[in-house]
C-alpha cells in the first residue's frame, strides 16, 4: 500500500510530507505504513488519500470493490423480502417474523 501511495505522490509532483498535511493524516501513521508495522491504513485514512489523489479504494485494495459487490448482493436480498412482505397479511409476518429470528438465533450459537 505504501508503494502506491509514493507512487501517486511522485505523479503528483509531491512528497509524503506534503499528503499528510494537506489530508491531515500523521506523519507518523504513514511512516508505519513504509516501515512495515501496519499493513494498511484505516479506511478513513484511505478515503482521504483516495479523495487526495482522485482514485478509488479499489486502487489500494481490491477487496473493497469486493466487498461493495457484496452490500449490492445483500441489498437486493433485503429488497427482494421487503417486495415480498408487502403482499403478506399480518399473521403471515408474525408467523415469519418467528422462523426468520429462529434461523437467526440458531446460526449465531
Known amino acids: 500500500m ?11 509532483g ?5 499528503l499528510c498535511r ?6 507518523s501513521t ?10 494498511r491504513l484505516s479506511t478513513q485514512n484511505l478515503m ?5 489523489f482522485n482514485v478509488s479504494l479499489d486502487y489500494f485494495d481490491d ?19 421487503f417486495d415480498i412482505s408487502e403482499k403478506a397479511t399480518e399473521d403471515q409476518l408474525d408467523s415469519f417474523i418467528v ?3 429462529a434461523l437467526i438465533d440458531k446460526e449465531e450459537k
Open 99 to 101: 422462523m426468520f429470528k
Open 63 to 81: 477487496s473493497f470493490c469486493r466487498m461493495d459487490e457484496k452490500k449490492d448482493e445483500l441489498f437486493k436480498k433485503r429488497k427482494l423480502l
Open 14 to 18: 509531491i512528497r509524503i510530507a506534503q
Open 30 to 39: 504513514i511512516s508505519e505504513l513504509k516501515q512495515g508495522r501496519t499493513k
Open 2 to 12: 505504501y508503494e502506491k501511495i509514493q507512487d501517486l505522490c511522485n505523479k503528483k
Open 22 to 27: 494537506d489530508t491531515g493524516i500523521p506523519k
Open 48 to 52: 482521504k488519500v483516495a479523495q487526495y
